[in-house]
């Protein structure tokens, strides 16, 4: 792991950079420009801040994704990314009955209202990261989002206790992190509002994605989410639906070297092919492997999203062996294929948020 005094020294040297802009550059400048800012120091430097050993896998409800939290609130700052309400931080609770399993955690009104008629309930503080661009059509959104917890520190392994998330999903947070500083300074004004969302307790039963969509109001106006989860390292597709299976690697469902899962429900089958198209246009060097999924699958943050009809899209480079273990470390990233990959999601939040 490297230190924190060579993360502030790298943030330095990347982040001298102009806040959100009044003027509007031409439309390829302005592409050009989002695409040239994204810069391997910066995301290196969030990723090994978030994944190092001082955020003790940060847990969701625990100090280390306090932290987190906090960390990601001080950099949308820093970028004059503005909060999408009064704050950048939405706290919620989620609650379960005593002693059940950590999947019982629910955000829905009703169901805590139950669990808290129970003898016991157990209670999680929690805390969603977002900021917003306005749009010319204020009150349209393309919404992006990754999940910044983990699975914490675990006493009763043997060797190394802190489950760090590097790809899972450090790599993700630092990459949205990377797409949010090259909207602000490439000075072009969407045509639709961006929200930037950054989730806790994705690894306890995507809750915070849950929370803020069930109390978003209206998800009509959300023409698309773009997710990022697990985003650096070289894997394989799982069955998604109807339950989430991990069945034998082969080379069809394996993406390996410069390739990633470009995955979408239905609707965005066209945007899926011109961001394919972009890709090559671009030179990006990576090659997608897309593939439609069905809108009630299981797997990530955009399930709160899908089942209420938003179209969504997943940047996904597939699971690995060391995939929810310890072993899920900042020395494994493939930076090269993260920092295309950013790219690519930076190309295709573009698309979405412009698209007529
Ligand atoms: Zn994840």
């Known amino acids: 792991m490297k230190t924190i005094g060579s993360i502030l020294l790298l943030t330095a040297l990347c982040l001298h950079l102009p806040a959100v802009s009044a003027k509007r550059p031409e439309k390829k400048q302005a592409v050009d420009a989002g695409l040239e800012i994204i810069c391997k120091q910066t995301v290196e430097a969030h990723l090994t801040f978030l994944a190092s050993d001082a955020l003790e896998g940060r847990e969701a409800g625990k100090r280390g994704g306090r932290v ?5 609130q001080a950099e949308l700052k820093k970028l004059g990314i503005k909060p999408f309400s009064d704050a950048y931080i939405q706290p919620f609770e989620a609650y379960s009955p005593a002693r059940e399993k950590q999947v019982d955690f629910q955000v829905n009104r009703d169901s805590i209202a139950g669990y808290r008629q129970l003898p016991a309930y157990r209670k999680l503080s929690l805390q969603n990261v977002v900021g917003y661009i306005e749009g010319e059509r204020k009150d349209e959104y393309t919404v992006i989002g990754a999940h910044y917890d983990h699975l914490g520190v675990d006493d009763l392994l043997v060797g190394d206790r802190i ?14 992190l990377e797409i ?4 602000a300074v490439n000075g072009e004004k969407p045509l639709r509002s961006i929200i930037f969302t950054f989730w806790d307790g994705e690894e306890v039963n995507y809750l915070g994605s ?6 978003f109001g209206n998800t009509a106006a959300i023409n698309a989410y773009i997710n990022l989860d697990m985003i650096s390292r070289d894997g394989l597709m799982p069955v998604l639906y109807p339950e989430f299976i991990i069945p034998e690697a082969t080379a069809g469902n394996t993406a390996t070297g410069n390739q990633f899962h470009l995955l979408y429900t239905e609707p965005l089958t066209e945007a899926g092919e011109r961001l394919q198209q972009d890709i090559r246009n671009y030179q990006l060097n990576i090659e997608p492997k897309p593939a439609v999924i069905d809108s009630r699958s299981r797997g990530s943050d955009y399930l709160a999203f899908s089942l209420r009809g938003v179209p969504i899209l997943w940047f996904f480079t597939g699971l690995h062996p060391d995939y929810h273990t310890p072993g899920d470390e900042t020395g494994r990233i493939d930076w ?3 920092i295309r990959i950013t790219k690519a999601t930076y190309l295709s939040l573009r698309l979405l948020a412009n698209g007529k």
């Open 210 to 215: 849950e929370y803020f969509v069930e109390n």
């Open 180 to 183: 949010a500083r090259a909207f």
């Open 163 to 176: 489950y760090n998330g590097a790809d899972d999903n450090a790599a993700s947070v630092a990459a949205l």
């Open 68 to 72: 987190a939290a906090e960390y990601i």
């Open 336 to 338: 090269e294929k993260l």
